[in-house]
Structures are given as C-alpha cells and as structure tokens.
C-alpha cells in the first residue's frame, strides 16, 4: 500500500488521501475558518512568510496555509507532480 504525498510549496508535503478541500482565502467564512483554527491550534503555516493563495483543509479539522495557487495544488494532486512513498 501506497502514501500519495502532495507538495503544496516550499518542500513541504501533505497526505493526498487526508484532504478535503482545495480553497481560496479570500471570502469572509475561510478567514474565520482560519481564525478559529489558529485558536484552537490547529492551523498549519506552510506559506514561509509568503502570501496564503491556498487554504487546504484536512479531516483532521487541520487548516493548511500554502503560498501556491489553489489550482496548482489541484493539478498536483491529480497530476503527475506528485511524490509517493511506499511504505
């Protein structure tokens, strides 16, 4: 069996089989989405101190913070830009 990796920027990786959703920052209810993750702990910054272009959401509940576009993590995750491990 197969862990497929997805990289969201800046070599950093999260397990494609654990996202949920692919969004933008930009509206008012994935602002406090990140607000309320960021309180409870569970906000990933995976931006560098870079611009959020993408908010990556997890079935953890965890929010991932990523600088790349949206699309292009979509496109990595059904693309061939991917790493997988087998383990």
Known sequence: MGVKFINIG????????RIITI??????????????AKESGKLVDATHGRRTRAVIIMDSD???LS???????????Y???DLSEEG
């Open 23 to 36: 969004v933008s920052p930009d509206s008012a209810p994935i602002k406090r989405m990140i607000q309320d």
């Open 62 to 64: 965890h929010v991932i």
């Open 67 to 77: 600088s790349i576009q949206p699309e292009t993590v979509a496109s990595r995750l």
């Open 10 to 17: 800046h070599g950093n990786m999260v397990s494609a089989a």
């Open 79 to 81: 693309g061939s830009d």
